[in-house]
């Protein structure tokens, strides 16, 4: 394990030892104080990209700038990439769900706009993904109902529109929905009574619209239900309290 915590005395790009090709890094720089350095000339000194192995990437907390650059899609090794807490802008790059062994993605609290990439429906072995907290726009892709291994989608405080997808009640593990703080609007899908494994359910400060669907109560794990501040009428479901 390879651990960089403190910050750099000077502003070179480190001098990475030549360690067998086979060996694994754990990259973790979470301390850095390179103030306006960008994130690709960032990577471009790390070992990811000089034919190593990197499991996991750990760049939050820093004062990194930029866009993501579309070649990290090419560091399929990363199973936990964290880039949150940082300054980056820009979009998603679409190539990132190339990233085929990725099982962690966290980018929130950056400056990140335009919209989910549909491709990321297809990282299939990725079990949390947070892109709260930037300027994210349009809807909730419908791909996301095709990653299969789910288990924590957090998406709030952004600026998303559109109505939940029906197809989110494929993610039969997801144990945590985050998506207040929106501009969803329209109803909960009924079909939303197939999320089984979800413990905490956060749609509040939205614009959903009708009734509160009674097939909530089919949620047999839910424990934390937020739908406060929409645009919801009629009565409380009774199935709530089952």
């Known amino acids: 394990f390879l651990d960089t915590m403190a910050p750099r005395a000077?502003?070179?790009?480190?001098?990475?030892?030549?360690?067998?090709?086979?060996?694994?890094f754990a990259i973790s720089?979470?301390?850095?104080?390179?103030?306006?350095?960008t994130l690709?000339?960032?990577l471009d000194t790390l070992p990811c990209w000089q034919g190593y192995d990197c499991p996991y990437l750990l760049l939050n907390g820093n004062s990194l700038s930029g866009s993501i650059p579309t070649e990290?899609?090419?560091?399929?090794s990363i199973a936990t990439l964290l880039l949150y807490d940082n300054?980056?802008?820009g979009t998603i790059p679409t190539e990132i769900a190339n990233m085929t062994s990725l099982q962690r993605l966290e980018l929130q609290n950056n400056?990140?706009?335009?919209?989910?990439?549909?491709?990321?429906?297809?990282?299939?072995d990725l079990i949390r993904l947070r892109l709260f907290?930037?300027?994210?726009?349009?809807?909730?892709?419908?791909?996301v109902g095709g990653m299969a291994s789910l288990k924590e989608l957090q998406?709030?405080?952004?600026?998303?529109?559109?109505?939940?997808?029906?197809?989110?009640?494929?993610?039969a593990g997801l144990e945590t929905l985050f998506l207040h703080e929106n501009f969803l609007f329209g109803p909960i899908p009924t079909e939303i009574a197939g999320m089984t494994s979800t413990t905490w359910l956060q749609l509040q400060d939205n614009f959903l619209t009708g009734f509160i669907t009674t097939t909530i109560g089919e949620m047999a794990s839910l424990s934390y239900l937020y739908l406060n501040d929409n645009l919801f009428k009629g009565p409380i479901p009774t199935e709530i309290g089952r």
């Open 155 to 171: 998406l709030y405080g952004n600026s998303i529109t559109g109505r939940i997808p029906t197809e989110i009640a494929a993610l």
């Open 40 to 42: 690709v000339e960032y």
């Open 10 to 24: 000077v502003a070179r790009a480190p001098v990475w030892p030549p360690w067998h090709l086979a060996l694994i």
């Open 29 to 37: 720089i979470s301390a850095l104080t390179a103030q306006g350095e």
């Open 111 to 124: 400056s990140l706009t335009g919209t989910i990439p549909t491709e990321i429906g297809g990282m299939t």
């Open 133 to 143: 907290t930037n300027s994210l726009t349009k809807h909730i892709p419908t791909e």
């Open 87 to 89: 300054f980056l802008n």
């Open 72 to 76: 990290i899609g090419q560091a399929t």
